[in-house]
């Protein structure tokens, strides 16, 4: 009976070990919230292509400090919009798609359609990311955001909007922090975008 009990204590011992291991190897998505402004449909009825562009010097988004952080970032992002971080399987994107669901749902709240694929008689969204970095300075964490937004019918009237945004949070314990500050900046800089003045300097009524 000893011994049954011992090889049962060392079975159970075992399947723990690898449970921590399997899950220190498992990837890690990067958690991004955003915050969803009230609904509004001042522009219903409007359709818009929407384009992500890339326009950043470096494409790394963390640094080498912040990266050890997440030393385990499968270069992909987990977005949600729920009071808490969820739990289970949810859908990832990389850079691009993550900032074109945001940007889709911003436009949404608007009552604008998203439209795939170009039309001549659809205007031209077209999103350019300048900015996209975390960096771990000591024990605080930094991150920085910047676009700029250009909408056109017809490449003569063209609205242009640049939005930029700096943060800090303080490191207290693990990397939860920093995916915070990433979803506020990231929550206030897309929610910042002023859309009624982009089709009013396109001369799209």
């Known amino acids: 009976m000893k011994q049954d009990k011992s090889i049962l204590g060392t079975l159970v011992a075992a399947v723990i070990i690898m449970l921590m291991l399997a899950a ?46 997440f030393d385990r970032w499968d270069n ?67 991150s920085d955001f910047s676009y700029e937004v250009k909408l056109t019918l017809d490449n003569q009237k063209i609205g242009r909007e640049k939005v930029s945004g700096q943060a800090e949070r303080t490191k207290i314990m693990g990397r939860g922090a920093g995916e915070i500050l990433v979803g506020d900046i990231f929550t206030e800089s897309i929610n910042k975008l002023d859309i009624r003045k982009l089709f009013k300097n396109a001369g799209i009524e």
């Open 24 to 69: 220190c190897t498992k990837p890690y998505h990067f958690y991004v919230k955003y915050d969803i402004p009230e609904s509004s449909v001042d522009l219903k009825g409007q359709a818009v292509n929407l384009q992500i562009l890339d326009g950043r010097d470096s494409k790394n988004f963390l640094s080498e400090k912040a990266g050890n952080e």
């Open 76 to 142: 992909r992002f987990a977005l949600y919009h729920t009071p808490k971080k969820p739990k289970g399987d949810i859908e990832t994107y990389p850079l691009a798609g993550l900032i074109e669901a945001t940007m889709k749902k911003r436009l949404e709240t608007m009552g604008i359609a998203v439209v795939e694929g170009k039309m001549d008689t659809t205007p031209l969204f077209e999103l350019t990311l300048n900015t996209f970095f975390l960096d771990l300075n000591d024990r605080t964490w930094v």
